[in-house]
């Protein structure tokens, strides 16, 4: 990929460090398990969660379940939700 994002991270508030960025280009050519492995390395590193929230029945009373958390894949998205034509051609 030749396109830099470099640009978003005034806006992403994202910290620039130059170790990353040469380890970038060092592993820019892996594949495979050893893509999976430096990829793996970096999530572990770098990512935490933000919040959490429950797929089924919980005993924890402060978790919300995934479906009325807004930022969860198992929430509902109005913009998905289509059904057939109106008589007035519309879709939602």
């Given at each position: 990929m030749?396109?830099?994002?470099?640009?978003?991270?005034p806006?992403?508030?994202?910290?620039?460090?130059l170790a990353?960025?040469e380890?970038?280009?060092?592993?820019?050519?892996l594949?495979?398990?050893?893509l999976?492995g430096?990829v793996?390395?970096?999530?572990?590193?770098?990512?935490?969660?933000?919040d959490?929230?429950a797929?089924?029945?919980?005993?924890?009373?402060?978790?919300?379940?995934?479906?009325?958390?807004p930022?969860?894949?198992m929430?509902?998205?109005p913009?998905?939700?289509?059904?057939?034509?109106?008589?007035d051609?519309?879709?939602?």
């Open positions: 030749e396109q830099s994002f470099h640009g978003l991270n806006v992403l508030n994202i910290p620039v460090s990353y960025v380890q970038a280009k060092r592993n820019a050519a594949t495979g398990p050893e999976e430096w793996d390395g970096l999530v572990g590193e770098l990512w935490e969660a933000a959490i929230c797929v089924g029945l919980t005993a924890c009373p402060v978790m919300q379940p995934c479906a009325k958390s930022w969860s894949s929430s509902p998205d913009k998905s939700q289509l059904g057939g034509p109106r008589t051609g519309r879709i939602r």
